[in-house]
């Protein structure tokens, strides 16, 4: 068998490959400094197009069921993201406040029986939608 010596593909490229090269390098750099602007950006875009969307569906037939079901999932969606960010929000500004509220009682009951609740609430919604 022989031994094979590959070439660095980026090395020694002249003309429209070398062009091509440094193009990509530069876009891969720019991604790499600047990426967590672009998740940022990209977040808000998709945000703005539910949104966009969202309104739509509500101005064009408001009253059906798949309407309802759309504003109820939308406003769950909504309750629980500000949620997070009032505890993100929290911590930051009085970590205090947030260990308090970790070790309160009623907390640690939760943390301790959350599958007993997981359970009793799937029971009740399957009991409710039969």
Avoid at 14 to 28: M, P
Avoid at 60 to 78: A, H, M, N, Q
Wanted: aromatic share 14%.
């Amino acid at each position: 068998m022989q031994d094979v010596e590959f070439e660095d593909d980026d090395e020694g490229v002249e003309g429209c490959g070398g062009c091509l090269v440094d193009c990509r390098l530069a876009v891969t750099a720019f991604c790499s400094r600047h990426a967590f602007y672009i998740k940022i950006g990209l977040l808000v875009l998709l945000v703005l197009l539910y949104f966009a969307y969202f309104i739509y569906a509500m101005y064009y037939e408001f009253g059906d069921e798949g309407s309802i079901r759309l504003l109820w999932i939308t406003c769950l969606v909504v309750l629980i993201l500000l949620l997070k960010l009032l505890y993100l929000l929290l911590r930051r500004l009085c970590p205090q406040c947030i260990k308090w509220l970790l070790s309160n009682k009623l907390v640690c009951w939760i943390r301790k029986h959350h599958n007993l609740i997981n359970w009793s609430v799937d029971l009740f919604l399957f009991v409710l939608i039969n």
